[in-house]
């Protein structure tokens, strides 16, 4: 199978910075099959596409991308 097309748009992305900060929660267990490990925060992220018309500079239009990147958790044995 074959498939053609013409190309309709040039398209950049772009990223915010991180905000709405979420701190790792520390969970500490005392099985024996615990593994320690470091948890990281979580945060929100928006990715913009922003989309020209092929060989212009010109902005057509944008679009934009909500993400929310949840935090895992930090794991201490005892």
Do not use: Q
């Not at 024996?32 to 490990?37: E, K, N």
Request: positive net charge.
């Amino acid at each position: 199978m074959s498939m053609w097309s013409t190309k309709r748009w040039d398209i950049t992305s772009s990223t915010s910075d991180r905000y709405r900060l979420r701190p790792p929660r520390t969970l500490t267990l005392t099985t024996g099959d615990c593994r320690p490990s470091t948890g990281h925060e979580g945060f929100d992220v928006d990715v913009t596409r922003h989309f020209r018309r092929p060989g212009r500079t010109v902005l057509d239009h944008d679009e934009v991308f909500h993400t929310r990147y949840l935090p895992t958790d930090t794991v201490v044995c005892r």
